[in-house]
């Protein structure tokens, strides 16, 4: 992680970490109410029903498969810079989510051919499309650095909850705990190509932006759940 900070219009003199830190502490209401969230409670009581299952497994095939092609077009985009690496291993981590939530797809029943997703669901991959059209690395990695927590930390319970109350098996549930295994490593290469934003004049009210318009997305998703 780098420590060091760069003079932006404005006279703001920031690093990614100090930056991503503030970020966290103005969007910390909402990552309350993501990982508060009344879909939770009801899942971990044993009371959403395999129709509303159904449908956290249909909106997901659609949000990775959007976002494993978001990840694949900011790749090609940015190929010869720095962060090609990480947007490359961002999609990778799609890719890998994609496989993985095969078995839960199964587990629930779901057929997915004559799923319809939800309008409130989707406005998060959306965003990540924009994001994947207009923004740069810069962006997107603080985007998705703030919001990953929130979202990991929710697959840790959903896993946890599908097994001890809906009878799930762990290989059903492999794609919740892809989601919550440590990110140390994300964490670092996220700062870096933060950081090397800052230092080419990326404008920190972008990064903080996309961050919040994503978290805002990630609890329209959970408040669009049917249950």
Not at 137 to 143: I, K, L, N, T
Not at 184 to 191: K, N, V
């Amino acid at each position: 992680m780098s420590a060091e900070r760069e003079s932006h219009p404005g006279g703001i003199n920031v690093s990614a970490a100090e930056l991503c830190a503030r970020i966290r502490e103005d969007l910390r209401d909402v990552e309350v109410r993501i990982r508060g969230h009344r879909w939770l409670e009801l899942l971990e009581a044993g009371e959403v029903p395999p129709g509303a299952l159904q449908a956290f497994a249909g909106e997901q095939l659609d949000i990775i498969a959007s976002d494993l092609r978001s990840f694949t077009m900011l790749a090609d985009r940015f190929a010869d810079e720095p962060a090609h690496g990480y947007l490359t291993g961002m999609a990778a981590g799609e890719q890998a989510a994609r496989e993985a939530l095969r078995g839960f797809v199964a587990s629930v029943g779901l057929d997915a051919a004559g799923y319809e997703p939800i309008p409130g669901c989707q406005a998060y991959p959306s965003y990540v499309a924009r994001l994947a059209r207009d923004a740069g690395p810069a962006e997107v990695a603080g985007a998705f650095l703030v919001n990953l927590e929130a979202w990991g930390g929710n697959c840790a319970r959903m896993a946890r909850a599908l097994v001890a109350t809906y009878r799930l098996t762990e290989d059903d549930c492999a794609f919740f705990s892809l989601f919550a295994a440590p990110t140390d490593d994300l964490e670092r290469s996220s700062l870096a190509v933060i950081d090397a934003g800052l230092q080419q004049g990326v404008d920190p009210l972008g990064i903080a932006r996309a961050a919040r318009l994503l978290q805002a997305y990630e609890l329209l998703f959970w408040d669009s759940l049917p249950a």
